[in-house]
């Protein structure tokens, strides 16, 4: 089974190498074969500079450059077009989301399931407004319009049978819809519980004005 890790990369410069030496402990320690595809999406620090410095040494790690910025779900498709691997797993690049939690997600493929769904249960802490109210709201709607009750669409990191994802187009927002929608489709869904950690380096790049989007694409979704 090969494993291919996707990752959207906006201005996460101090992420990159740490991220990246995470992910390689993992699939030291578990052996599994793999590509890493590292999405850059037009950032403005030295992005693109780490992740060129990576793949000259390492060719399981392959890049995309956009020249501008067209957003993490533009970013995601591209990386989940070029996949390979018989399982995909998205990934946010600014170590929020664990590499250490990759085998559990297996784990869930290789019992049957055909999407595994992250769920960060404390991943609020002093973002109320903000952050709280918005999220459990759009997920209320979310799982009200798709019929699936997922708490967390949001959490980028997911495993997929490639065969569910590669296909289907994605714009906006709706790689939030994937695990919805690879159910409409047949497919047995399943969410765990993953480790969410606080971002060290660089900045969120959304606030209130992403639950509008989201929801606009999630009618979009539902109608497509
Ligand atoms: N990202 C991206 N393009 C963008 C905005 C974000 O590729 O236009 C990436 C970003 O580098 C990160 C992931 O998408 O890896 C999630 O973004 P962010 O951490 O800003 O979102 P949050 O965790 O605050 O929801
Ligand atoms: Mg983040």
């Known amino acids: 089974m090969k494993i291919s890790i996707v990752l959207p990369i906006y201005n996460e410069e101090k992420n990159i190498p740490i991220l990246y030496q995470e992910l390689k402990e993992v699939f030291n320690k578990t052996g599994f074969d793999y590509e890493i595809i590292a999405v850059n999406d037009g950032s403005k620090d030295k992005s693109w500079l780490e992740m060129k410095n990576i793949s000259e040494t390492d060719r399981k790690y392959k890049l995309i450059n956009f020249k501008y ?64 109210i918005p999220s459990v709201i759009a997920n209320w709607l979310i799982a009200f319009i798709t019929g699936i009750k997922i708490h967390d669409n949001g959490c980028t990191m997911k495993a997929y049978k490639r065969e569910i994802i590669q296909g289907v187009n994605l714009y906006g927002e709706m790689h939030r819809f994937v695990a919805a929608y690879a159910s409409w489709r047949g497919g047995r869904v399943i969410e765990i519980i993953v480790n969410s ?16 989007k989201v929801l606009l694409d999630l009618i979009v979704f539902k109608f497509m």
């Open 197 to 212: 950690r606080e971002r060290k380096y660089g900045n969120t790049n959304y606030g209130i004005s992403r639950t509008f």
């Open 69 to 132: 910025n067209f957003g993490q779900t533009s970013a995601l498709a591209a990386g989940i077009k070029l996949a390979s691997g018989d399982v995909i797993i998205p990934m946010d690049s600014d170590l929020q989301n664990d590499p250490a939690d990759i085998p559990i997600f297996i784990d869930k493929i290789n019992e049957g399931y055909d999407v595994v769904s992250g769920w960060r249960q404390k991943r609020w802490k002093g973002n109320m407004f903000s952050r709280k």
